[in-house]
């Protein structure tokens, strides 16, 4: 069972940055694929970016290509998500999830979530 903890969302202001940590507690972490999603009130669990176990394959939504970076580091079984030029529609609860596996953007793939962090941009 892997145990995945994110942290490191809070309020900020339209054009600001943040970075996101999710951190795993299974010594495999370096074996899976990684995930962002997040999901604002109303709406529905949506594909954030995602990252290969070698991180030679990395992917992201489009309303968020060229502002958020994902990254990761096994030896911290830690993923990351950098989050520059905020934008009151990034508001929701950012989650991060694992998966053995291919490589996939879809989070019905995903098995292991974590409890999710609020990001909160102010205009």
């Known amino acids: 069972q892997v145990q995945l903890v994110e942290s490191g969302g809070r309020l900020v202001q339209a054009g600001g940055s943040l970075r996101l940590s999710c951190t795993a507690s299974e010594r495999t972490f370096s074996s899976y694929t990684m995930g962002w999603f997040r999901q604002a009130p109303g709406k529905e669990r949506e594909f954030v970016a995602a990252?290969?176990?070698?991180?030679?394959?990395?992917s992201y939504a489009d309303s968020v290509k060229g502002r958020f970076t994902i990254s990761r580091d096994n030896a911290k079984n830690t993923v990351y998500l950098q989050m520059n030029d905020l934008k009151p529609e990034d508001t929701a609860v950012y989650y991060c999830?694992?998966?053995?596996?291919?490589?996939?953007?879809?989070?019905?793939?995903?098995?292991?979530w974590g409890q999710g962090t609020q990001v909160t941009v102010s205009s």
């Open positions: 999830a694992a998966k053995s596996g291919p490589h996939s953007r879809s989070s019905q793939d995903y098995r292991y």
């Open positions: 990252i290969s176990w070698h991180a030679f394959t990395i």
